[in-house]
C-alpha cells in the first residue's frame, strides 16, 4: 500500500488469510525490518528509465550479483506490513495462470493505461502466465478509485477497526489485499489503485501493487533497485524486479516454502534462469 510519508505516495501491502484454528479472520499488525546492509554494493550497468516512465523516475541498474538478486528475493517474498489471520509459514505466489480485470472508476480515466501496464507485466515475466479478463471471477482485481474514496474501499475491505489502526500508522494511500490458502496459493488479490493525483503517482501505486498482489509482500527500504522500497517513487518495472519476479514463478519455487527452502534452491534457480551478472570484472 502507498502512504503519504514519502511523497505523495508509498506502498504498504494488507494479506488476508483465513484462519482454520480460529474459525474465522483474525487481525493483527506486523512490522518488519529488512537489512540490506550485509550485501555489498556491486550492481552495474546503469541506464535511464524505460520509456514511458514518470518524467522524474529515477535510472536502474540492469545487473547484479547472485547474492543482491538472492538477498532482495528473500527479503520481499516473506513477510509484510499487516496480516490479517494466520502468520504466513513461507512463500505465497500464484499456482495457476493468473487472470486480471480492472475495474474502472474514478474522475480521472485509468483504464487503458492500466491495460497497459498488465501487458507490460505479461511480456516482461512470462512465467506469471497472466492474462486480462472482465468477468468477475478474476483471480486479481485492480480497482481505480479517486483518493477521497480510498478510506471507505479500505473499511469494506477489512472493516472498520483494522482500517483506523493502519491509517493511523501509515497514512496509507493504495492498497493490496492478498488472500491465500494455508499452503501458500494465491487465490485472490485485490489493488485498489489512486487515479486523481496525477500521472507519476497512478504509475508508481500501479506497478507497485501489482508486484503485491503476485506474491512479493514484503517492504526494504534499504534495497536501493527495488520499487518496494518505500523511499523510492519509480513507476515502472525495473529490471531488478522483474529478477524476482521471474524467480518468483520458477517451477522450482513452490508455494509454502520456507526461507531455509528457499535459500537451498535459490542459487541453482538463479542460475538456470540466466539472471546473475558474473562475479569478476565488475
Known amino acids: 500500500m502507498k502512504s503519504r510519508a514519502k511523497a505523495p505516495t508509498i506502498s504498504s501491502f494488507f494479506a488476508q488469510r483465513g484462519d482454520k484454528r480460529a474459525g474465522g479472520i483474525v487481525a493483527s499488525l506486523v ?30 541498474f540492469t545487473r547484479f550479483t547472485a547474492a543482491e538478486l538472492e538477498h532482495g528475493f528473500l527479503a520481499l517474498a516473506f513477510g509484510s506490513d499487516l496480516r490479517i489471520g494466520a502468520r504466513p509459514r513461507g512463500i505465497r505466489r500464484f499456482a495457476h495462470p493468473i487472470r486480471a480485470r480492472i475495474i474502472g472508476g474514478g474522475s480521472v480515466s485509468r483504464s487503458a493505461a492500466m491495460y497497459r501496464i498488465i501487458d507490460d507485466y505479461a511480456r516482461q515475466v512470462p512465467g506469471l502466465r497472466l492474462s486480462q479478463i472482465t468477468a468477475p471471477d478474476a483471480d486479481v482485481e485492480l480497482r481505480l478509485i479517486d483518493e477521497k474514496d480510498f478510506q471507505s474501499a479500505l473499511q469494506a475491505a477489512f472493516g472498520a477497526k483494522v482500517a483506523r489502526t493502519f491509517v493511523a500508522r501509515t497514512d496509507p494511500q493504495c492498497m493490496t489485499s492478498v488472500k491465500s490458502t494455508a499452503g501458500g496459493d494465491i487465490v485472490h488479490s485485490v489493488s485498489f489503485i489512486i487515479v486523481d493525483k496525477g500521472d507519476d503517482v497512478f504509475l508508481d501505486c500501479a506497478y507497485h501493487e501489482l508486484l503485491h498482489a503476485f506474491g512479493l509482500s514484503n517492504h526494504d527500504q534499504r534495497n536501493p533497485w527495488t520499487t518496494l522500497n518505500q523511499k523510492r517513487m519509480v513507476g515502472y518495472l525495473t529490471v531488478y524486479d522483474r529478477a524476482l519476479l521471474t524467480i518468483l514463478y520458477d517451477e522450482a519455487v513452490r508455494p509454502g516454502m520456507t526461507i531455509r527452502q528457499a535459500r537451498a534452491v535459490l542459487p541453482q534457480v538463479i542460475i538456470s534462469l540466466g539472471l546473475a551478472a558474473p562475479t569478476r570484472g565488475r
Open 31 to 60: 512490522a518488519v525490518a529488512v537489512a540490506f546492509g550485509a550485501v555489498a554494493l556491486a550492481a552495474s550497468d546503469k541506464e535511464a528509465a524505460p520509456p514511458g516512465a514518470p518524467e522524474n523516475a529515477p535510472a536502474q
